[in-house]
């Protein structure tokens, strides 16, 4: 069983920085893509970032490239999301999912992630 928890969410001031974490487990990490994905209230959930599995390439979307970093560390079974420069407009509760297909090149595509985190709230205040 596919297993995804998110962590590291909080209350940050405008300005200031968090790192999420996703620790995976049931799948073999290594061999899939992984995303980063969000969603405000009232918002439908928004791609973020992209990793391929083997951490050679990355996508984001437009609103926080220069920002925000996602890496990886197959041999913890963990992605990470750094996140500087927050915005109040970052404010959302952020998920991690694994990528469809094995070997499967990245991307910001959401329909094309199978397993899912529960989510962690990263709220940032002006």
């Known amino acids: 069983q596919v297993q995804l928890v998110e962590s590291g969410g909080g209350l940050v001031q405008a300005g200031g920085s968090l790192r999420l974490s996703c620790a995976a487990s049931?799948?073999?990490?290594?061999?899939?893509?992984m995303g980063w994905f969000r969603q405000a209230p009232g918002k439908e959930r928004e791609s973020v970032a992209s990793i391929s599995w083997s951490g050679g390439n990355t996508y984001y979307v437009d609103s926080v490239k220069g920002r925000f970093t996602i890496s990886r560390d197959n041999a913890k079974n963990t992605v990470y999301l750094q996140m500087n420069s927050l915005k109040p407009e970052d404010t959302a509760v952020y998920y991690c999912?694994?990528?469809?297909?094995?070997?499967?090149?990245?991307?910001?595509?959401?329909?094309?992630?199978?397993?899912w985190g529960q989510g962690t709230q990263v709220t940032v205040s002006s």
């Open positions: 049931g799948r073999t990490f290594s061999v899939y893509a």
């Open positions: 999912a694994t990528r469809r297909g094995q070997f499967a090149i990245a991307t910001l595509n959401r329909a094309e992630y199978d397993y």
